[in-house]
């Protein structure tokens, strides 16, 4: 089991950058696929982005060339650098580890960080 802890939310105006954070305990990290995932008001729970064992990564459509994703595995930390921001990005952020890279509720997931985008 992972616990993480999501950090670096906060109030921008559209255009605007912010970098969320995702720390996780335990000696494994690298052995797990990470994900950002977000809620927007009233919405789903959506994917935005993963990165894998092997860094490799995948992107929601909306945020390609906007959003950012990296892992640091001697910090147990994944990064999520967010530029341009806009308001349709307005959501809570949350990161989860995946062994299998499924993602599902079995899966580890932290309690998120609340990004708010201002027109």
């Known amino acids: 089991q992972v616990q993480l802890v999501e950090s670096g939310g906060g109030l921008v105006q559209a255009g605007g950058s912010l970098r969320l954070s995702c720390a996780a305990s335990g000696r494994t990290f690298s052995r797990y696929a990470m994900g950002w995932f977000r809620q927007a008001p009233g919405k789903e729970r959506e994917f935005v982005v993963s990165i894998a064992r092997d860094t490799s990564t995948y992107y929601k459509d909306s945020v390609k060339g906007r959003f950012t994703i990296s892992r640091d595995n001697v910090k147990n930390t994944v990064y999520l650098r967010m530029n341009s921001l806009k308001p349709e990005d307005t959501a809570l952020y949350y990161c989860?580890?995946?062994?299998?890279?499924?993602?599902?509720?079995?899966?580890?997931w932290g309690q998120g960080t609340l990004v708010t985008v201002s027109s």
């Open positions: 989860a580890a995946s062994y299998s890279g499924s993602y599902s509720s079995n899966d580890d």
